[in-house]
């Protein structure tokens, strides 16, 4: 009975591939803003425009960095006043219930959407548990939804950054260190054991690079164990690293040799400034490469490699860059790989970028959304990142506000 179910899957499977080359395929163009914001009403784009505006303002995202932090410390009640505005722009809700509404709206475009539990900064090990226990939940409720294609998380939520630290560097560890790293080794295994009994595939996000050894090793290992079949777990590699593309291919020849495949989410990487920064201070050669143009030829290089070894690794394109993702795309259409085939993946993050996810789903490519969540007071780490990120560079408006903007213009509004 099996073997007949697994034949219908096999045939299944490949016919959704052939139709997918045979049918004609449509042109992509992120242009096209009435795609990227159908989803939005005339309010909603509005709300939107006034929001990117504001955070395009350098002197407002400082001080509002200053005063949230400061509210937070004093206990003063602000939650009202970030609920409505930047944190509904950018992340799902409090919880996993609260982010249907998002899982909904991406769904009915057919963008996945990927739970992203963003709370940081946490360091005892109830809290470790607790992370690893949401993580579980994203992955359950992730199981058998078509519409939620990949869970994640960040080691750092399962571990005290000091103890990577020290087990990147090869330090030695005391007795109760190596229960801790035991520990946290075990709350790598349950997320992943999960993830690979649920066939629900997972990434583990990279992170600095003075612990990124630690947790390529854990990933490496739990590839091996998980991904005999098929790409379950993926590492994430962050090309603004020079490292990365030998990594690359050095993990590549690892997986081959010993029968395992490999899952890829590639980035360009997010704390380049605290990279570089720390090398200086600490006097070692910086890992980041000496200018964004060969970060990008980095970045290109190992889609390039991943396009080439597609029958091992599957990957996921995790950038906001038109041209990285419009040449991906243009990539599979030339070498026949399906559209909807589920090795290769674009993502963005929730309320970034809209012209590229919604437009690459629309033409058939498989999109996902990272969507963070998580109590207010918890996520302002990461709304201040996104705030900051779209902060206009010499009072140059930036890219989320000029799309707004055309768009309202189109809507005449
Ligand atoms: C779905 C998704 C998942 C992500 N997961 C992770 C993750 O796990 N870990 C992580 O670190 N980041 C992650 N990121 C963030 C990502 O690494 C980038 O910071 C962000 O996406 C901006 O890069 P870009 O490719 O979108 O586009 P771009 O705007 O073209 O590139 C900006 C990036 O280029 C690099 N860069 C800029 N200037 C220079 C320079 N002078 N020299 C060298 N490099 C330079 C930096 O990485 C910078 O962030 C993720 C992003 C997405 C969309």
Redesign the pocket.
């Known amino acids: 009975m099996s073997g007949i179910r697994e034949m219908n899957f096999w045939w299944n499977h490949n016919l959704r591939q052939i139709r997918g080359l045979m049918e004609p395929q449509p042109g992509i163009s992120f242009d096209n803003t009435e795609i990227a914001f159908g989803y939005k009403s005339k309010g909603e784009l509005r709300k939107s425009y006034y929001l990117f505006r504001l955070i395009g303002n350098p002197g407002f995202v400082s001080f509002g960095k200053f005063a949230t932090n400061l509210a937070i410390n004093l206990h003063i009640p602000i939650g009202w006043a970030i609920k409505g505005n930047i944190f509904k722009q950018f992340c799902g809700g409090e919880n996993i219930a609260e982010c249907a509404r998002a899982t909904k709206i991406l769904d009915q475009f057919h963008i996945g959407t990927i739970l992203d539990y963003s709370v940081e900064g946490k360091d005892s090990e109830a809290d470790f548990d607790r992370t690893r226990d949401e993580t579980l939940q994203t992955i359950k409720t992730a199981h058998g939804n078509p519409h939620i294609p990949f869970s994640v998380f960040k080691v750092t939520g399962l571990a005290r950054f000091e103890l990577l630290e020290k087990v990147n560097a090869k330090e030695k560890l005391t007795d109760a260190e190596i229960a801790e790293w035991q520990r946290v080794r075990s709350r790598v295994d349950d997320i992943c054991a999960l993830a690979h009994d649920t066939d629900t595939p997972l990434f583990i996000?990279?992170?600095d690079s003075w612990i990124q050894d630690a947790i390529d090793q854990l990933t490496d290992e739990m590839m091996e164990k998980y991904n005999k079949e098929k790409a379950i777990v993926y590492n994430?590699l962050?090309m603004?690293r020079h490292d990365r593309l030998e990594y690359l291919k050095v993990s590549h020849q690892r997986a081959i040799h010993r029968g395992y495949f490999i899952g890829l989410?590639l980035?360009?990487?997010?704390?380049?400034e605290k990279e570089r920064a720390r090398a200086a201070e600490k006097n070692y050669r910086d890992p980041?490469?000496?200018?964004?143009a060969?970060?990008?030829k980095d970045?290109d290089a190992a889609v390039d490699y991943c396009i080439e070894h597609i029958d091992r690794i599957s990957i996921c394109a995790?950038?906001?860059?038109e041209n990285?993702s419009m040449r991906l795309a243009k990539m599979m259409d030339e070498k026949k790989i399906a559209r909807n085939d589920k090795r290769v993946y674009f993502?963005?993050?929730f309320g970034m970028s809209d012209h590229i996810s919604f437009n690459l789903a629309n033409a058939g490519y498989n999109v996902a959304k990272?969507v963070p969540y998580g109590p207010i007071k918890e996520v302002v780490p990461y709304l201040i990142r996104r705030a900051q990120e779209n902060t206009s560079v010499k009072g140059q408006t930036g890219r989320e506000l000029s799309l707004i903007l055309k768009e309202m213009k189109r809507r005449g509004m």
């Open positions: 996000d990279a992170e994430t962050q603004y989410k980035v360009r990487g997010a704390y380049m980041i490469q000496p200018d964004k060969s970060c990008d970045f995790g950038t906001h860059n990285s993502a963005q993050l990272y």
